[in-house]
């Protein structure tokens, strides 16, 4: 591995630090610089700006993600085991990045054509999702839906908790992050039931 990917790799983790700590909006290129241990000159040398950063590390986390959600429409599962694995990849994918959420909301009021493409430029395997629920539909696995509703259900029920972070675990739990993380990992298993029961034939 080159130092050049060494060094790269070092500012990538130290931007998502200081994204998780401050928020996009109040992240600057000197404190990154500063998390990373560079200088902020080494810094602009790999990144121009904090946005063009940011797009960076937004697109290296959306190629993990494609991936797997890939094998859980590939695999020959029942629905509802799809539905248990796609909710608990999405989680795993927003927990382990937990700055995305808001971000994606702001960019998507701010400018969302930015955020359509980075998207749509990882090809996220969304005919194959939506293939898979019209099979389950014809073999009596779950009752007629449009797939379109079942994926934004996924989202909004996972994106605005963590969106929400500092607001909800201050309101609900005091304060307490570690009480509220607890909370959110338990309410998974209440998300996929949710669904799965939503689901059902009649």
Not at 35 to 59: C, M, P, T, V
Not at 81 to 87: H, P
Not at 91 to 97: A, D, I, L, M, T
């Amino acid at each position: 591995m080159s130092e050049e990917h060494n060094t790269e790799q070092q500012i990538f983790e130290a931007a998502k630090k200081v994204f998780i700590r401050k928020g996009f909006d109040a992240a600057r290129m000197q404190d990154i610089a500063d998390e990373a241990g560079i200088n902020k000159a080494l810094l602009h040398y790999y990144f121009r700006s904090k946005e063009k950063l940011f797009d960076s590390i937004f697109q290296s986390i959306l190629k993990k993600l494609v991936p797997n959600l890939e094998k859980i429409t590939q695999d020959n599962v029942p629905f509802n085991e799809v539905i248990n694995r796609f909710v608990r990849t999405y989680y795993g994918f927003v927990k382990e990045n937990p700055f995305l959420p808001l971000f994606v909301i702001n960019e998507i009021n701010r400018n969302p054509e930015k955020i359509v493409q980075s998207f749509l430029s990882e090809r996220l395997p969304l005919k194959a999702f939506f293939d898979r629920v019209h099979q389950a539909i014809e073999t009596g696995e779950i009752r007629p839906i449009d797939p379109r509703e079942i994926i934004l259900n996924i989202l909004s029920l996972i994106l605005f908790p963590i969106a929400a972070r500092a607001t909800m675990a201050g309101i609900i739990f005091q304060g307490i992050e570690d009480d509220y993380n607890q909370f959110l990992d338990h309410r998974i298993e209440n998300i996929v039931k949710m669904i799965n029961e939503n689901l059902k034939t009649q």
